[in-house]
């Protein structure tokens, strides 16, 4: 199997929402998109591999030393690094905002959660937003699509839901995503999320996650038209976040309960968000 095949797998196994969107870009673009995405997986399950922090900062330090250009041996050998090389020269792209993105995901190897709502988005636009301008650059042919705008808040948007469908596990290794001063505001401390059941305010403080998720995905509702339509693929995963929003609503905001949506609901919406870019956000 060479280095793009793989990617293609892994992003098929663990990240089935760009997966299935990258099937909507032109045949020529998907192995460097499944590269990028490939990518973004490494550096967001570090934690989940690695357990401890030592051992994740290695681990991220690999891909950092990658974009450095050291260590070639190490990454002839690796498939996603070989592959994601390949995409970085052939798109012209920054490896900067890949470096940015390895240094906000530094965050999720420890259980200090974010101060503020500004410095959860900053980790939202570096983790997020960036891929949907670098899937964007690669569908325009490695050049700048103009999307800094509409990307950036349906990035934070579709970072938010995820974050909120992930909250059991989260909670699970004593990790909190909702920042302190969202927190503060509803008298509920970063422990308070952790146990069962749960304050009334850890509820509020979702529910106002919720509504800022919202605001993002309204105002990037409003520059969509801006994006050209051969980019839309790089957006479509974002079709998921209203009628993520509407079943954590549906739960009374506890996001305790499940409210992720079912595999095959997820593929039919991306896929209604293909024929009709307008359900995107």
Known sequence: MDAFAHCEQLVRRADKDRFFATLFAPAKYRRALFA?????????????????????????????????????????????????TDTIVRYRIRPHSLAELIEARRFDLYNDPFATLTEFEDYAEKT?????????QILNNGNDAGIGAVARHAGIAYAIAG????????????????????????????????GAPLPSGVREAVAEMDRFCGAHLSRARELLATAPPSVLPALLPVSLVRPTLKRLRSRRHDPRRRFALPAWGRQWIIWRAARDTRRIT
């Open 128 to 136: 997020s937003s960036v891929l949907i301008e670098l899937a964007a």
């Open 36 to 84: 990028l995405y490939a990518f973004n997986v490494e550096v967001a399950r570090v934690r989940e591999v690695a357990r401890e922090p030592l051992p994740g900062e290695v681990r991220l330090q690999f891909w950092a030393d990658l974009l450095d250009n050291k260590g070639r041996g190490e990454i002839d050998q690796h498939p996603v690094a070989s592959a994601l």
């Open 163 to 194: 974050i909120l469908q992930a909250f059991p596990a989260h909670a699970a290794r004593g990790q909190v995503y909702l920042p302190l001063d969202l927190l503060s505001l509803h008298d509920v401390r970063p422990e308070d999320t952790l």
